[in-house]
């Protein structure tokens, strides 16, 4: 990214709309209250509107970007390849060990492990059952937005309570909307992190109302989903010690998380071919040191999380202390996606950070500026938010979808067609038959491709493949990563190895076949 883009996208219009959002805000009314014709407008259906415009917004360039043949290997088409896979077994507890555990040639992490294993997911078991009515990708794109999209229920209701107005809860749900890291959670291809999303923000509105062992309930279904939202259902048990006084019963569910995060790591995802001690670990802490807090990239995203909301929920540090866990893992890993905005890894600190902003905003007014209510405030977060979404969102408010150079795959061309019908014929060359092994560049997926056993990020098992499929005019993906000279080695030695036969070559589409071997 160039120096002046990164100047742009986290210090000018940020800064630009952090001093109008003040401004908003100070010359918000005497009372600082809502206009009455906004206040006229039924809450509830404010909210019901906001859900099905973010359902159909994110929903619509989700299908786009997968029906356009713009979607990934990593993560859409391995996920979709294990739901199949799933789907597949008709005992009740093959289907539970599947979701967690993957066969000799299945590669949902990009690899292929000898019943080595990713992620601890038995929820997957659910799009399993809706894959045998229809499987299809565009179900796993419809769970991702709408669990990201009801999120705006029990934040509503939360606001509605901690706040007594419920317009102004509608402004919160606003600011749901435009927060950053909700957009790219409900845009990225599937990451199965977003379920925390609703289940976190549940699990703070059941606390308040008093039931601690439904809240447990719905913040500890996420462990199911990923092995580390379960430390996350760990600290939300802290939370309930430290914010509602539940300190047995708190520090009770901290030490059971302990006590499963280590068996889930350390024993049901150590596989033989997994290092001692879990592969897991090494995954998301390859290098550790406190230099690592201090890198820039970890600073930006820090910006990129507080920023939108001014700060404010810093302010309120018990609320956070759910978030504790994927921070951790952000600001100490040495993988620059885990400390990333755009990836999934910000899921399970959304929910705490709208809470603790909750906190702060329905502190006593002696507790803050005299002028500033609650409206107010919220008025000026949603200027100050409108200019952190046009620098750095996702979405076609902001500079990425309408700029090549600032947005990379988040540009608008991602969910436009692109040589549709020459890559709908190349994929109608490789059998459906599911024993056939296929390795696809890793932004050429379809359900096609993906339902089978044997399917890989090129160049990943091409010993093993059957059929290889390539787009020289996109990205040259080497696995996940771009590396040009490595890929046209890579395509090179295929077209020389006499093994390979070109099939079929138009615009730039490859399709090899295997002849021998």
Known sequence: MPLGIGVWRYLVLPGVGLVLGFLVARRG??????????????????VAALFILGAFAFGGLTLARYLTWHSFVHDLGSYDQKVWMVSLQTDWWEMLRQTWR????????????????????????????LYRLWASPTILLGIEVLTVMSGLIPLYRLASRRLGDPQLAVGVCVLYLLFPAVQFNALLDFRPDFVVIPLLLWGFLLADQ????????????????????????????????????????????FAVSLIAFYLVTFWLLSGPSASEGGFL?????????????????????????FGPLAGLPLLSPVSLLPALPTLGISLLSSDVSHASIQSQYSSSAIAPIFVALLDVMARPSRGRI?????????????????????????TPLSMNFWSRAWGGHWHYTQYLPDRQDVLNRAERLIPTDPTVAVVAQNDINSARLAHRFGYFAFPNELSRADYVLLDLRRLPFVYWTPE????????????ANPDWSVIFEEEGVLVFRRVRG
């Open 210 to 253: 008093g039931r601690f062992v439904p809240a447990l309930m719905a913040v500890g279904a996420a462990g199911l989903m990923k092995e580390t939202l379960i430390l996350t259902w760990g600290m939300f048990g802290l939370y309930l010690w430290l914010r509602h006084g539940r300190r047995r019963l708190g520090v009770a569910v």
């Open 370 to 394: 005299s002028w500033l209510t609650p409206t107010r405030l919220v008025r000026g977060l949603v200027v100050l938010s409108l200019f952190v979404t046009v620098a750095i969102g996702p």
């Open 102 to 129: 993957g066969g000799i040639e299945v590669s949902p992490c990009g690899r292929v492990r000898e019943w080595g294993v990713c992620h601890f997911q038995p929820l997957h078991v659910i799009p399993a059952l």
């Open 29 to 46: 009314g005497r009372e600082g209250r809502l206009p009455v014709r906004v206040r006229a407008y039924p809450p509830g259906r404010c």
């Open 484 to 495: 040009p000279q490595r890929y046209a080695g890579l395509v090179e030695n295929l077209r």
């Open 281 to 305: 670990l090494d995954k998301y802490f390859r290098a550790i040191g406190p230099s690592l807090l201090l890198r820039r990239d970890k600073l930006l995203y820090l910006a990129a999380l």
